[in-house]
């Protein structure tokens, strides 16, 4: 059997299950990268799987939120933002979410590999609502302005930078790899822990989008 031959597409998404976010919900592939074509997204991605470069699961996650905008945008000299009110912003946007079956596909060790990630631990399982949130956050950059993406850094990669402080889920970097701004999937989070990622980044000197 011949090598897969790689698009430009294909490229795209293993270079950023690689560097910039954990995996990618089937729909969200087949809306970004196929035009919401979901048999085409589906075909092309079992294809990459069988090639050694994707691995396909079936797990339980929450339906996302619509993500237009960050729930907070703020930067130093701007006043603190109320942790009890952003809270309660962000848990309210997951009543009536069930967990459902969602087919999800993560990059393979040689994917990570050949583009230059790190390894990673297994995939926890109860973090794949907040893994899919950061994917929709990264999607959204990339829609609004593609040269974010590649400014965009993943928190696997930042991790080795980061050691003893809070690791985000992702920031935007300078040429020499520095952070300029923190970027935060909410999830459900409460106003400790709100207040927390805030204290890091203004400790840091470090603007932030919350989403």
């Known amino acids: 059997m011949n090598a897969l031959r790689l698009r430009s597409r294909d490229l795209l998404l293993l270079e950023a299950l690689a560097l910039r976010v954990r995996l990618i919900g089937q729909r ?16 092309r991605l079992l294809q990459l799987a069988a090639s050694g470069m994707l691995t396909r699961h079936i797990v339980n996650a929450q339906p996302l939120p619509e ?45 990570i590999t050949e583009f230059g990630g790190r390894p990673r631990t297994q995939a926890v399982l109860t973090q794949i609502t907040h893994d ?5 956050v990264w999607l959204r950059y990339a829609k609004q302005n593609s040269t974010l993406t590649s400014l965009w850094v993943g928190e ?3 991790a080795p930078s980061r050691v003893d402080q809070k690791l985000p889920d992702a920031a935007l970097v300078d040429q020499h790899g520095e952070p300029t701004l923190l970027i935060e999937f909410g999830g ?9 990622f805030h204290d890091d980044a203004a ?7 919350l989403w």
């Open 188 to 196: 459900s989070y409460g106003a400790a822990r709100v207040a927390d």
């Open 67 to 111: 993500l237009i905008d960050p729930v907070v945008r703020w930067q130093p000299g701007q006043p603190i933002p109320d942790a009890d009110r952003i809270a309660f912003q962000l848990q309210n946007r997951w009543r009536f979410r069930s967990l459902r079956p969602t087919v999800v596909y993560f990059p393979t060790e040689k994917t």
């Open 132 to 136: 899919l949130g950061v994917t929709a």
């Open 28 to 43: 969200q592939a087949a809306e970004a990268f196929w035009a919401g074509h979901m048999a085409n997204a589906r075909r």
């Open 203 to 209: 400790a840091r000197g470090l603007p932030y989008h």
């Open 156 to 158: 696997d990669i930042l």
